[in-house]
């Protein structure tokens, strides 16, 4: 890809969060004759990214920020994939982060809008919720005002489609005479625990131009940045409002995938089969695929509920209310997933609200591995209706701090959060967590939560390799690190000792040691439990559905008419 128009020598990019600051750093690791200036009002924020003590947590994140920076990665920190033209020791500074917007665009041949765009009220059922655009409207406008010189202007938050036209329409009254500007969408694909790596080796990098000859123009002005490290295969450019939508598109269509298998795992839950064996067989078939078909107690993060609830505001607008109700259903099931998991650890460990109170221990908070991202995470509703049942929570991440769990669940009990005091402790370890507990909740399936058994225990001296076929089911780990020692945790939990795997991410065999392990969408494994499963026991355990260990809600026919009782 060749672009012969004027050199780009300086990009300012607004906004430092999940997504401004890493693409920056990755894109001034990989352009080194740039210089990369990220522009945030938030003191203490941009102070952070100056700092070894980044304002979140993310896999290699600290090695590029540093390379970029001019300086050595820190002693002891996570390796990364990075290779750059010039040594990463001797380079030249070229990643800033300041608190002095108007200079920086005053300067910048190149704009990037990285500010949030939540979501807005629930506009009802069936309808959705638009995104909340007042920070990018706030941005937009001013960048247009402050600008000094003929810039480009590259979206790179997630917003409606449309939002390039309309953006041009907006600016337009406040940019200075003689001054022009082209709008570019260039939408993030990235995922929190491997942002470096989707920013190093992406699938795709999408740009949106105007059909026009100054439009592609702007667009072959970015794309010559992204072909210093990205293949030219890979570099799409489109219409903008293709660009948008498809943002929006691919994360309904991943979301949906999750609602799917867990919609299946309710199916299994009643009928004694095992989604993790079911979600095999489908990913093997090509036209399916593997990715995504794990079955869990529901999607959390900042993106996939927001973009699914705004296509569906897109459909109910557009008058297409079958399509609004399709999308709304993936977020219904999510929710619904969720509940039942909460519920049934309350149908199999019963709280005590008068006395001692029955103690659960949570491990995890974070809504994936690999962060501190707590945003919809499905551990909050389930930590906030056990608490409201009257449980004691234990509560143990590596990586989310105290401040921002209690933060969480003060907004999310409302009125109710002065039981945080009274009910939840947040734990050091995960052995604080456990002790006295009367179950276990996995609600975050980071490396070390992939349970191994305790190196005392010889028969579990090997990895079990075929756990992890295809990538589809996971449960064991090859031994190293700083694993769970499972005979402590025994050790230490009352009687009967549930185990509730919301990631299906435990060894069955662990219940040599006494664990009842109750996952989602599997069959419940208890201490000596022998199961045979065959064609010919089907029929009768339909007929008699109490004799597979069915769980759940009730499920009822079109007309009302319970189909299997629980």
Not at 358 to 381: C, Q
Request: aromatic share 6%; proline share 5%; hydrophobic share 40%.
């Amino acid at each position: 890809m060749v672009y012969t128009g004027p050199r780009i020598k300086n990009v300012c990019c607004v906004g430092a969060g999940y997504v401004g600051g890493p693409s920056s750093a990755i894109l001034a690791l990989k352009v080194p004759e740039i210089d990369v200036t990220v522009v945030d009002k938030n003191a203490s924020r941009v102070a952070a990214w100056n700092s070894d003590h980044l304002p979140f947590s993310e896999p290699g994140l600290l090695d590029a920020v540093k390379a970029a920076r001019g300086s050595n990665p820190p002693a002891g920190s996570e390796s990364v994939q990075i290779t750059t033209t010039a040594s990463i020791s001797r380079r030249k500074p070229n990643l800033f982060f300041s608190t002095e917007v108007d200079g920086t665009i005053r300067k910048a041949d190149v704009i990037f809008v990285a500010v949030e765009t939540p979501s807005g009220k629930l506009d009802g059922p069936g309808n959705g919720a638009a995104p909340d655009l007042t920070s990018f409207h706030a941005v937009i406008k001013h960048v247009a005002k402050t600008a000094e010189k003929d810039f480009i202007l590259v979206n790179k938050s997630t917003v409606p489609c449309g939002t390039a036209d309309a953006t041009k329409e907006m600016i337009g009254p406040y940019l200075r005479p003689g001054v022009k500007c082209q709008i570019l969408s260039n939408p993030e694909f990235l995922a929190e625990g491997t942002a470096v790596s989707d920013l190093l080796h992406p699938d795709r990098i999408l740009i949106g131009s105007d059909e026009t000859e100054e439009g592609s123009a702007a667009a072959d002005a970015l794309a010559s940045l992204y072909a210093k490290w990205v293949s030219a295969d890979k570099i799409i450019t489109m219409n903008s409002r293709s660009s948008e939508l498809s943002k929006l598109a691919a994360n309904a269509l991943l979301a949906q995938r999750i609602s799917s298998i867990n919609a299946l795992s309710a199916v299994c839950d009643r009928m004694g089969a095992d989604v993790t064996q079911v979600s095999r067989a489908c990913g093997l078939d090509h036209r399916i695929g593997r990715h995504m078909l794990r079955s869990t107690l529901g999607f959390g993060g900042s993106c996939f509920k927001k973009d699914v609830l705004h296509l569906t505001n897109t459909a109910a607008r557009l008058g297409l209310l079958d399509v609004a109700s399709y999308f709304e259903s993936i977020v219904n099931i999510n929710t619904y997933q969720t509940t039942r998991f909460t519920e049934n650890i309350m149908s199999r460990v019963s709280s005590n609200p008068v006395g001692r109170r029955t103690v659960l221990g949570m491990l995890g908070f974070a809504f994936k591995p690999d962060t501190d991202d707590t945003r919809e995470s499905p551990a909050i509703p389930v930590i906030r209706d056990l608490v409201l049942a009257g449980y004691k929570i234990n509560i143990f991440d590596p990586l989310v701090h105290e401040e921002q769990i209690r933060q969480d669940l003060r907004a999310s009990l409302a009125e109710a959060q002065y039981k945080i005091d009274e009910q939840v402790y947040i734990c050091t370890d995960v052995y604080e967590a456990c002790d006295g507990a009367s179950g276990i909740a996995i609600l975050n399936s980071w490396e070390d939560l992939r349970y191994i058994p305790s190196r005392r225990d010889s028969d579990f001296s090997t990895r079990i390799a075929d756990i992890k076929r295809d990538n589809i089911t996971t449960s064991v780990v090859e031994i190293g690190g700083d694993h769970i020692d499972w005979e402590r945790i025994a050790d230490g939990m009352q009687n009967p000792k549930y185990i509730f795997d919301g990631h299906n991410v435990l060894d069955r065999r662990l219940t040599d040691l006494g664990f009842c392990i109750d996952g989602i969408g599997r069959p419940i494994d208890e201490p000596g439990l022998v199961r045979e499963t065959t064609a010919e026991t089907l029929p009768m355990a339909l007929n008699k559905p109490n004799s597979i260990k069915a769980r759940g809600f009730k499920v009822k026919n079109s007309q009302g008419q319970p189909l299997l009782a629980s």
